[in-house]
C-alpha cells in the first residue's frame, strides 16, 4: 500500500508514542483486545463532526470509515494509476476492480485515448479522430 512519506512519519511517530498491540494492530481497547463497535461509531462520527462543514456531515460523505477506502481507491484511479496495480494494493482482483469502479475508469476514456495518440506520434487534433469501439 502506497503512503506519502509525510503521512508515513506521522504513523511511524505515532506508533513510537503509543506502541502497537502484541499482534500488531495499531488500534486497540485499553485491555489491547478488539476496540468495540459502538467506541468505533462513536469516535468516527466526533471525527466526521470536526472535520467536515455541517452540510457536509449531514450528507453520507465519509459516513463509515470502509467509504474512506473507496474513495481513496477511487482518486488511485483516476490519478492514472494502472487498474492492475490499484487491485493489488486494494486486494481486489482486476476484475472486482473493474466491476465496483466501473464509473471511474469510464470517466478516463478520454485521457487514455489522448495517451494512446501520444504513444502513435499523433497531433493533439488527431486524437479525436481514434475508433472508440
Same mark, same amino acid.
Given at each position: 500500500?502506497?503512503?506519502?512519506?509525510?503521512?508515513?512519519?506521522?504513523?511511524?511517530?505515532?506508533?513510537?508514542?503509543?506502541?502497537?498491540?502484541?499482534?500488531?494492530?495499531?488500534?486497540?481497547?485499553?485491555?489491547?483486545?478488539?476496540?468495540?463497535?459502538?467506541?468505533?461509531?462513536?469516535? #468516527?462520527?466526533?471525527?466526521?463532526?470536526?472535520?467536515?462543514?455541517?452540510?457536509?456531515?449531514?450528507?453520507?460523505?465519509?459516513?463509515?470509515?470502509?467509504?474512506?477506502?473507496?474513495?481513496?481507491?477511487?482518486? #488511485?484511479?483516476?490519478?492514472?494509476?494502472?487498474?492492475?496495480?490499484?487491485?493489488?494494493?486494494?486486494?481486489?482482483? %482486476?476484475? %472486482?476492480?473493474?466491476?465496483?469502479?466501473?464509473?471511474?475508469?469510464?470517466?478516463?476514456?478520454?485521457?487514455?485515448?489522448?495517451?494512446?495518440?501520444?504513444?502513435?506520434?499523433?497531433?493533439?487534433?488527431?486524437?479525436?479522430?481514434?475508433?472508440?469501439?
Amino acid at each position: 500500500m502506497p503512503c506519502p512519506p509525510p503521512l508515513t512519519a506521522m504513523l511511524q511517530h505515532h506508533i513510537e508514542q503509543y506502541g502497537v498491540a502484541e499482534d500488531g494492530r495499531l488500534f486497540r481497547s485499553m485491555d489491547g483486545g478488539d476496540v468495540a463497535e459502538s467506541t468505533l461509531a462513536r469516535v #468516527w462520527d466526533k471525527a466526521r463532526k470536526a472535520a467536515l462543514a455541517p452540510e457536509e456531515y449531514r450528507s453520507p460523505l465519509a459516513r463509515r470509515p470502509y467509504d474512506l477506502r473507496h474513495a481513496c481507491v477511487s482518486t #488511485w484511479l483516476a490519478g492514472g494509476v494502472l487498474p492492475a496495480q490499484v487491485a493489488i494494493w486494494a486486494g481486489h482482483s %482486476v476484475a %472486482v476492480l473493474h466491476a465496483v469502479y466501473a464509473k471511474v475508469l469510464a470517466g478516463l476514456e478520454e485521457e487514455s485515448l489522448g495517451k494512446i495518440a501520444r504513444i502513435l506520434g499523433l497531433p493533439a487534433d488527431d486524437e479525436d479522430d481514434l475508433d472508440r469501439d
